[in-house]
């Protein structure tokens, strides 16, 4: 069992940043990779950014230059900070692992 707990949430100004993070605890993880999702109201859950077993990392169209993935395997946990925030990225934000999901932090950019 792998629990997956996110804190980091909040409310900002467009171009604010704020960072995200991912503590796991339980079993040891595997070699599986961390992966952050979010989901707009009204909209289906999409991917983010994940940071792989090996520390690659890839991420969404629309975070690319904005958004960074990065772990500490010391704490097991993932980070994501985010910058130049948008109101189009206001979301639940979720990590998952295996198939272990948290249970969300809640992102509201304003205008």
């Known amino acids: 069992q792998v629990q997956l707990v996110e804190s980091g949430g909040g409310l900002v100004q467009t171009g604010g940043s704020l960072r995200l993070s991912c503590a796991a605890s339980g079993r040891t993880l595997s070699n599986y990779s961390m992966i952050w999702y979010r989901q707009a109201p009204g909209k289906e859950r999409e991917f983010v950014a994940t940071?792989?077993?090996?520390?690659?990392?890839y991420y969404t169209d629309s975070v690319k230059g904005r958004f960074t993935i990065s772990g500490d395997n010391a704490k097991s946990t993932v980070y994501l900070q985010m910058n130049s925030l948008k109101p189009e990225d206001t979301a639940i934000y979720y990590c998952?692992?295996?198939?272990?999901w948290g249970q969300g932090t809640q992102v509201a950019v304003s205008s």
């Open positions: 940071i792989t077993s090996s520390g690659s990392t």
């Open positions: 998952k692992h295996e198939h272990y």
